[in-house]
């Protein structure tokens, strides 16, 4: 530090003032090893060493979700449907992750994933699988395309069944809370629409929105439930589709 | 105040050509209507089972208790809702005097009856607005909503939509409305509202006056209405 210290002397104070505000992404020139060591001084090595640490942990904790979730998170058929989180609302996975510690969804393995991350492991996590957009692992049948698109965009007004795009969105990105459907995995839609009671909303004492999608899920039935997810399962909106909620 | 369980009488048919020549022309009356459109108009009332389930239909997306709703759209509040306003907007949708696939699907299929039916039920609903909107410019809405600005022409908003927002006729309740609905609604008011050049309509009356708004005065008055009770 004394060695540094005397190193910094010789900067002109601009040199100083800009060093001040660099981040540790400039370690690494003779200048930068001087900056990175002054932001230390300034800002507190405990912080900054968190910074880093932290993202070490980000990388192995995305990659540790892709063992499952599939390589770009685009979804995975391991023994259950392991759901598409790729282009996913942070906002839904968040409450998504909360739903299995407070068994609003009763998972164990997600439980035990969910409850050791912590807030800002989280905001990582979300932010980095709402930024991709791989192409849909596809698999569904195509027959039943059509009438999914149907359903989707017009609901079936004369048997009360609403329009799906009217709260997940004309191209199926969602909304906040309410989940992009685009790219879904086919069997996984149709695990989680046909059993909507026995896999959502299952703890009485934390309401939650799942009980909104529970009459919509009752009013399909199995062949519509199957169009439905035949058809968003092969959608692939642009990256970063806009929202046109303000 | 109307009581909160009042219904309208079984059979009653609420039709706007009925005859003023009293009860003794209604029969006959009702058989000739029943020869011009669907047996399940014509009775002038549905099965209760078969209005409960379009209402929870609705509320699917316009929130169960019919206070509005963010889906991937703003999503409007119906409760307390003049049933004129509603009849008229149902009926907009379906000639194309406001474009929206999902809801012009949603419209065509509902008779009269119908209709009828659910917005009687959307009129009685009071719950507490959604809310959600931000908090610092509700004064300033309260003035705009109550004595509009002179300055820039904006008549009183209150001078039709009535003192407390609660709406008359054709003119729709503002009050516990969602903000970002309100928001979008006044912002482009060309492009939600008579577009079908056929068929002019009332929101002829409120173009001039979304235009003459700014962008701050319309978010401080639709805070303003997002809050009302």
Redesign the interface.
């Given at each position: 530090m004394r060695a540094l210290n005397s190193l910094q002397a010789e900067r002109t104070s601009r040199t100083l003032v800009r060093a001040a505000t660099w981040t540790l992404r400039s370690v690494g020139s003779r200048v930068g090893l001087a900056a990175g060591a002054l932001t230390i001084v300034l800002v507190g090595a405990v912080s900054a060493q968190h910074r880093i640490s932290l993202s070490g942990d980000i990388q192995a904790k995305i990659s540790y979700c892709k063992d499952c979730h599939g390589v770009s998170a685009q979804g995975f058929n391991g023994y259950y449907p392991i759901p598409r989180l790729a282009g996913q609302q942070p906002e839904y996975i968040e409450n998504q992750l909360r739903a299995f510690i407070e068994h609003r969804r009763t998972n164990n393995i997600m439980f035990n994933v969910a409850h050791s991350l912590s807030p800002a492991m989280i905001n990582a996590l979300t932010a980095h699988f709402a930024s991709l957009n791989p192409p849909p692992i596809g698999g569904a049948p195509r027959r039943l395309v059509a009438t999914g698109r149907k359903i989707f965009?017009?609901?079936m007004?004369?048997v009360?069944?609403?329009?799906c795009?009217?709260?997940?969105?004309?191209e199926a990105?969602?909304?906040?809370q309410?989940p992009r459907l685009a790219g879904q995995l086919y069997p996984y839609m149709l695990k989680t629409l046909n059993n909507w009671d026995k896999e959502r909303g299952r703890n009485p004492t934390v309401p939650d929105a799942a009980?909104?999608m529970s009459?919509?899920a009752h009013?399909l039935n199995r062949s519509q439930i199957e169009a439905v997810a035949a058809f968003v399962s092969t959608l692939r909106p642009p990256r970063g589709t806009p929202?046109?909620?303000? | 105040m109307k009581p909160m369980n009042f219904r309208r009488p079984q059979g009653q048919h609420r039709s706007t050509f009925r005859s003023p020549a009293g009860t003794a022309l209604i029969l006959p009356a009702a058989v000739l209507a029943l020869s011009f459109s669907s047996p399940a108009a014509a009775q002038g009332n549905v099965p209760k089972a078969e209005a409960d389930a379009k209402l929870r239909y609705c509320e699917v997306c316009h929130g169960v208790s019919a206070q509005g709703f963010h889906g991937y759209y703003p999503i409007p509040r119906l409760a307390g809702q003049p049933t004129e306003y509603l009849k008229n907007q149902l009926q907009a949708f379906v000639e194309h005097r406001r474009t929206s696939n999902i809801m012009f699907n949603v419209g065509h299929v509902l008779s009269p009856a119908m209709i009828d039916a659910l917005t009687t039920d959307f009129n009685q609903l009071n719950p507490k607005p959604l809310g959600g909107a931000p908090k610092e410019n509700i004064d300033e809405g309260k003035n705009i909503f109550e004595n509009g600005v002179a300055a820039g022409n904006v008549p009183a908003c209150a001078s039709c939509h009535g003192p407390q927002a609660k709406g008359n006729g054709p003119f729709p309740r503002l009050a516990g409305q969602l903000y970002d609905y309100i928001t979008a609604k006044l912002t482009n008011w060309e492009k939600e509202r008579g577009q079908n050049p056929a068929q002019p309509d009332i929101s002829a009356v409120m173009q001039p006056i979304a235009h003459s708004l700014t962008q701050p005065q319309i978010k401080a008055v639709a805070a303003y209405l997002s809050y009302l009770e």
């Amino acid at each position: 530090m004394r060695a540094l210290n005397s190193l910094q002397a010789e900067r002109t104070s601009r040199t100083l003032v800009r060093a001040a505000t660099w981040t540790l992404r400039s370690v690494g020139s003779r200048v930068g090893l001087a900056a990175g060591a002054l932001t230390i001084v300034l800002v507190g090595a405990v912080s900054a060493q968190h910074r880093i640490s932290l993202s070490g942990d980000i990388q192995a904790k995305i990659s540790y979700c892709k063992d499952c979730h599939g390589v770009s998170a685009q979804g995975f058929n391991g023994y259950y449907p392991i759901p598409r989180l790729a282009g996913q609302q942070p906002e839904y996975i968040e409450n998504q992750l909360r739903a299995f510690i407070e068994h609003r969804r009763t998972n164990n393995i997600m439980f035990n994933v969910a409850h050791s991350l912590s807030p800002a492991m989280i905001n990582a996590l979300t932010a980095h699988f709402a930024s991709l957009n791989p192409p849909p692992i596809g698999g569904a049948p195509r027959r039943l395309v059509a009438t999914g698109r149907k359903i989707f965009e017009d609901g079936m007004p004369e048997v009360n069944i609403a329009a799906c795009a009217a709260c997940h969105g004309p191209e199926a990105t969602g909304s906040g809370q309410i989940p992009r459907l685009a790219g879904q995995l086919y069997p996984y839609m149709l695990k989680t629409l046909n059993n909507w009671d026995k896999e959502r909303g299952r703890n009485p004492t934390v309401p939650d929105a799942a009980a909104i999608m529970s009459p919509v899920a009752h009013s399909l039935n199995r062949s519509q439930i199957e169009a439905v997810a035949a058809f968003v399962s092969t959608l692939r909106p642009p990256r970063g589709t806009p929202n046109t909620v303000q | 105040m109307k009581p909160m369980n009042f219904r309208r009488p079984q059979g009653q048919h609420r039709s706007t050509f009925r005859s003023p020549a009293g009860t003794a022309l209604i029969l006959p009356a009702a058989v000739l209507a029943l020869s011009f459109s669907s047996p399940a108009a014509a009775q002038g009332n549905v099965p209760k089972a078969e209005a409960d389930a379009k209402l929870r239909y609705c509320e699917v997306c316009h929130g169960v208790s019919a206070q509005g709703f963010h889906g991937y759209y703003p999503i409007p509040r119906l409760a307390g809702q003049p049933t004129e306003y509603l009849k008229n907007q149902l009926q907009a949708f379906v000639e194309h005097r406001r474009t929206s696939n999902i809801m012009f699907n949603v419209g065509h299929v509902l008779s009269p009856a119908m209709i009828d039916a659910l917005t009687t039920d959307f009129n009685q609903l009071n719950p507490k607005p959604l809310g959600g909107a931000p908090k610092e410019n509700i004064d300033e809405g309260k003035n705009i909503f109550e004595n509009g600005v002179a300055a820039g022409n904006v008549p009183a908003c209150a001078s039709c939509h009535g003192p407390q927002a609660k709406g008359n006729g054709p003119f729709p309740r503002l009050a516990g409305q969602l903000y970002d609905y309100i928001t979008a609604k006044l912002t482009n008011w060309e492009k939600e509202r008579g577009q079908n050049p056929a068929q002019p309509d009332i929101s002829a009356v409120m173009q001039p006056i979304a235009h003459s708004l700014t962008q701050p005065q319309i978010k401080a008055v639709a805070a303003y209405l997002s809050y009302l009770e």
